[in-house]
């Protein structure tokens, strides 16, 4: 991919996960009458969104807005309880387990990873330091954001892309949908009952998105990707200390986050995609800061989240593969059934699912 492509590429993705935030921000200043920092939030889902739109088209990414809309409020209130949230997230893991079965698992991926902050930290609403997880206005506020973030690339990334046609999404075979959907179920419910359970990780959405993004299916190679991030997030830990030595203000902090989020996407799109982990960690962490002292905070919070998502992601895969090996030998079938015959083969645009997560 040329220069130019990539920077286009970049300050398409850009805006589109940006203008959302922008919108419900003067949304919310006029009618309450100052903004509201919760309105940000907006270009999580509109991150969801984009990967919906790429990976399936319109329909798809329209039905994935209304999702997120729907379970916003349902993920703050769920997020109360351990039981509730790890019950929550596992019926998520579930269905995105359906999804590999039709190829659609990476990008449906983004929705139980984009809820995953509310449902461990939801942002605060009018400067209270505590969120009321029960509050009426406040939840159909937040789904309010959640929808007009999602249904904002639905409706834009198609007419931009409308001469533009990419592959299909590659169906998975019903054996190996199995292994990846009980392999990301049981993790992901176990490590948020954990993270819920200890509320100082207030960034322990980190540790869901790990093992959402790492987690293979099939014949994937898991062992080099893994050290790959592991590494690169080590390397990002040590510019996030710096950044919190030296910064004194919030705004640079989130300059500084954007700066690094570009950054980070152009060595997506590029040779050197080690460089998309080094920096998309002070990224995450200056852009989720609420505070100063949180940069280095979930800085922190994230190198620990990589180490240990990415040592349960190649246990797991270990597993996977002792029992690929049994099925094989006791003669499992592999091929493809009629279920996904058929079902994809309406042509949609599609740039960068990837750079989305």
Not at 295 to 312: F, H, K, S, T
Request: charged share 10%; proline share 6%.
């Amino acid at each position: 991919m040329s220069m130019s492509t990539r920077v286009k590429l970049v300050a398409l993705i850009v805006a589109i996960t940006l203008i959302p935030a922008v919108v419900m921000l003067v949304v919310t200043a006029v009618a309450l009458g100052q903004p509201q920092s919760a309105a940000t939030w907006a270009s999580l889902p509109a991150i969801a969104g984009l990967a919906a739109v790429v990976a399936g088209g319109r329909r798809f990414a329209v039905i994935v807005a209304f999702v997120m809309s729907f379970l916003a409020p349902l993920t703050i209130v769920a997020g109360t309880s351990p039981v509730s949230g790890a019950a929550l997230m596992a019926l998520l893991a579930l269905t995105v387990g359906r999804l590999s079965r039709f190829g659609l698992h990476r990008s449906a991926s983004m929705v139980p990873v984009m809820l995953a902050w509310p449902l461990i930290n939801p942002p605060a609403w009018s400067g209270q330091v505590v969120v009321d997880r029960d509050d009426t206005v406040y939840l159909l506020w937040m789904a309010g954001i959640f929808f007009v973030g999602a249904i904002f690339p639905a409706i834009v990334v198609p007419f931009l892309l409308r001469n533009r046609i990419l592959p299909k999404p590659q169906p998975h075979t019903r054996e190996d949908a199995l292994v990846y959907t009980v392999m990301i179920t049981v993790l992901v419910t176990v490590s948020t009952f954990y993270v819920l359970d200890h509320p100082e990780m207030y960034g322990g959405a980190f540790l869901i998105a790990v093992l959402f993004m790492l987690a293979p299916i099939g014949d994937t190679q898991t062992l080099r990707p893994t050290l790959v991030r592991i590494t690169g997030t080590l390397a990002g830990s040590v510019f996030i200390l710096a950044i919190v030595a030296q910064a004194n203000s919030l705004l640079v902090v989130y300059l500084i986050g954007l700066v690094c989020i570009v950054i980070a996407l152009m060595a997506r799109f590029g040779s050197r995609a080690w460089l998309y982990f080094v920096f998309m960690l002070p990224a995450t962490a200056c852009l989720n800061s609420t505070t100063l002292a949180q940069v280095g905070q979930l800085g922190r919070q994230r190198v620990i989240d990589n180490v240990v998502g990415g040592a349960l992601i190649l246990l797991a895969s270990a597993l996977a593969i002792a029992y690929s090996n049994w099925a094989t030998e006791h003669g499992h079938a592999h091929d493809e059934d009629p279920e996904t015959l058929g079902l994809l083969d309406a042509p949609h645009p599609a740039p960068a699912a990837e750079a989305a997560s």
